[in-house]
């Protein structure tokens, strides 16, 4: 029954999710942590930051190391494919339907409405992660540094994850 939920949820988070993989945490959040008690927040935080660190999309990654915690194999294959199933039906129908109707004004009106709605989602699970992730003024330091490093002196963000685990070795041992 696990598995079945396990999908059901991710399926609601992919269909619903506008924006990425980083709008749909503050969704995956709600349902894993709080409506189901699978994980606590540092476990699903400490997801989350292995899930942006890894190859591929935030979202699957989030699906497939939340399943795995869950319900180990079986977890993560229902987790991503409940995750990546609704994009793929949705991208599929909207390519063949997309030409024809891109310039029509409900559509770019629709889209208009969209853009602020992702970015306040993101903007969500900004403040969602910032709760377990910066603990004090260390944790300030480095997330300014890694800010600086990637905004301003174009730092390739794995280099900031790098020395950012390099730093949280040497300020929280």
């Known amino acids: 029954m696990i598995l079945i939920r396990l999908f059901v949820e991710f399926f609601k988070v992919g269909l619903f999710t506008f924006g990425g993989g980083y709008a749909m ?3 995956v959040q709600h349902e894993i942590v709080e409506k189901y ?3 606590n927040m540092k476990q699903f ?3 989350v930051a292995i899930a942006e660190m890894t190859p591929g999309p935030i979202a699957v ?3 497939t190391f939340v399943g795995y915690k869950i319900a180990k194999f079986w977890g993560a294959v229902f987790g991503t494919l409940g995750v990546v199933l609704p994009s793929f ?3 599929w129908i909207i390519a063949s339907v997309f030409l024809t109707f891109q310039n029509n004004p409900i559509v770019q009106a629709a889209f208009k409405g969209l853009r602020p709605a992702v970015l306040g989602m993101i903007i969500i699970a900004l403040l969602s ?3 377990i992730a910066v603990t004090g003024y260390k944790s300030i330091i480095i997330v300014l540094a890694v800010v600086l490093g990637v905004v301003v002196l174009k730092i390739h ?3 900031a994850f790098i020395v950012s685990g390099v730093a949280g070795i040497l300020f929280f041992r």
Do not use: E, F, G, R
Request: without cysteine; charged residues 10%; proline residues 10%.
């Open 25 to 27: 945490i503050p969704l």
């Open 37 to 39: 008690h699978w994980l």
């Open 45 to 47: 935080t400490d997801i």
């Open 61 to 63: 990654n989030t699906a």
């Open 89 to 91: 039906l949705v991208i």
């Open 129 to 131: 992660v910032s709760k």
């Open 157 to 159: 963000p794995i280099i």
